[in-house]
């Protein structure tokens, strides 16, 4: 067995390890740091003695009395009487011995050193590797050479506390190399808080900051729908550049599981892939895995390849069997299999690709297969802006009676953008033509729908705005305030759209930016006629001395002169809209770290609340964050008259000096239950850490019509300088909860001369 590697430990280097000019008139320069400089060749280093008395012959030996002391380099013998022996180049230490060997300094009764190769013993010695922090101490200790010793009967750790470490390796021997970077326990046992926690015949640990192979810290976990769930990655570091992570898994109600992961990197590619499979899963009496490639390519000049992978079992494999480092919030029903190239130059955007999709939904999203997409545009010529996007895409769905084709779009436009101090205004014609090739209709389409058919649909738009600024003083503060109206007008005339299959289109989300758009559809198969005004105002505050927006405030007023008659069903009625929709939004920075966000969108013609979102995040420092948010959308028939009604919250929160809350929840307050929660907190001790959560998820579910929910708990103990990779539940906290700090890291590393001798 072997551990991941600990924390960096390094000299300065670059420019910040470089010396620099200090004032006249002396010319001197100033060294951030000391440093070696090597000896000239042919040449060896002078030995240097020290000591209350000394004694000897000339060329033979050398007997140093009280507090005595042997320099060589970067090696220091010292004792109460050292002994040179010239000839054989050996030192013999006895009384209060201290050895300091480049990086390591060993402390014992009595030790034996032959200078010149490093090589030699103590006995019952202390022992501490500078440049890692890690330390020990042994029966006995044999130096190899200037890299390598072997430790007897030993202890080793890599906590500061030397006398009372949190955690130790005890072993019937070490085998330190320092360079290739580890030690390695024979028959070792691993004790944490005095307590012998893991055993094994072999295992490895990192003596510095590079990648070594391993085991990976495990992972713990106690879960209503896995029940004991226990992982022990291994990852092989296989080169700089390739390495592969092998995580058995065991789950006491399902069986084991592995999963391989493989990433890669290269100046002109790069990817990773991911498998995992559990053989006969106990619940569900079904083999069940996942699949995921990813691997991006540049071939340069604008040149560029991609797949996205994506392939599973069933649809609960998202939840059912995720790694502790996901995000169990929704499981997904939908995964995308997509393969492309793209080319990049000047003005020209292609993409070419191939989209499918492996879904368990009852309304899956079709397939490009395949799909050329080619964009152009150009700006400021002769004061012009201009472009347009031709897109070829054939649809295909696993569903059965479905209406499937082709699909032709071409979408030029060009805009002659005006602009002055303060001011802007800028007038633009679009043209949307569409061309349908279909080579299936089902039974749902409408009466008559041909299978070649085209239309095309003009749009005319005017953007308009002025900015404003004043100087203003507010509770002491220097500000500028912004006062920005716009105007914003689009119309376009009505097309009859019945025949054009959905195949690729939606609504627009609510926002204030959808406002200023010209269509309220995304996607090629629709485009809404619009006769409508957006007004907006908008003024902001900002700091004259740090340029910081402290707020901003919005209201924005739709009118729409004609209902709109394009719907994305053909069966759908045409709603009466005519009127106004008002749009109020803010964002204020109060105090340090206080941030709070609040939009509405009122009918102002029916006289109620359509949509709102409210919120605040207050992040006074590092690991101190709190969230509130709430979102409230009225029923409609998208929402099976349902209206959406959330409240999502989420903290991190320091109970102690060490001790931290971390936790999130996610209330329907329409269906009255918890969709998602995270409650957990997290120790950070000086050498080690300890995260703990109970965490409840939402399953995907394609047979029952109410989502099921399971619950998991989770724990994972770090301990520092033996291991610093997280694979659990810093990550899955960071997922949760936005604004997350993870613990704070180990110490920088030392040069070894700040503490030199």
Partial sequence: MSLAPSPARAQLSGAAAQAGPADPPWGLRLA???????????????????????????????????????????????????????????????????????????????????????????????????????????????????????????????????????????????????????????NGVLFFQGVPIFASPWLSFPLSNARQSGFLPPTFSLSSTNGFDLTVPYYFNIAPNYDLTVTPRYMSKRGAMLTTNFRYLSPTYSGSVTIAYLPDDALTKTNRYSINIQHNQNFGDGLAAYVNYSQVSDVNVTTDLNSNTASLVNGQDIFQQEAGVTYNNGPWSVLTRVQRWQSFSTAPPYNRAPELDVKYNQYNVGGFDFGAEADATRFTISTADSTEGSRLTFNPYVSYPLSGPGWFITPKVQWHYVAYDLSSIGSTAPTGQPKSFSFNVPTLSLDSGLVFERSIRLFGTDYIQTLEPRLYYVYTPYRNQTFAPVFDTGEEDFGLAQIFTDNTFVGGDRVADLNRVTAALTTRFINQATGDERARFVVAQEYYFTNPQVTLDSGASVTDIRGSDVIVGASLKIGPGFTTEQAVQYDEQRNQLDQGTSGFTWKPADREVISIAYRYTRADEDLDNEAENQIVASGQWPLSRKLYAVGQANFDMVAHRLVAGLLGVQYDADCWSLSFAVQKYTNVSTTTTAASSATRVLLQLQLKGLTKIDNGLSEQFKASIPGYTPLPSPPEPESRFSNYE
């Avoid at 507090?67 to 000839?87: K, N, S």
């Avoid at 300091?100 to 006995?123: C, K, S």
Wanted: proline share 4%; hydrophobic share 35%; with cysteine.
């Fill in 32 to 186: 951030p740091e000391m440093t070696e400089h090597p000896l000239p060749a042919n040449t060896s280093a002078a030995i240097f003695g020290i000591a209350d008395a000394a004694d000897g012959d000339e060329d033979r030996d050398l007997s140093l009395k009280g507090h005595g002391e042997l320099r060589r380099d970067a090696t220091i013998v010292r004792g109460d009487a050292v002994h040179y022996d010239i000839d054989r180049n050996v030192v013999d230490a006895y009384g209060h011995v201290r050895i300091v060997d480049n990086y390591d300094v060993f402390a014992g009764p009595e030790a034996h050193l032959q200078v010149e190769a490093n090589e030699g013993t103590m006995t019952t010695p202390s022992y501490h590797f500078n440049l890692t922090g890690g330390s020990g101490s042994a029966d006995s200790i044999d130096l190899i050479d200037n890299e390598r010793s072997v430790v007897h009967h030993g202890t080793y750790t890599a906590c500061q506390c030397e006398t009372d470490p949190a955690w130790y390796l005890k072993a019937a021997s070490f085998d330190m190399d320092q360079g290739s970077n580890e030690g390695i326990a024979h």
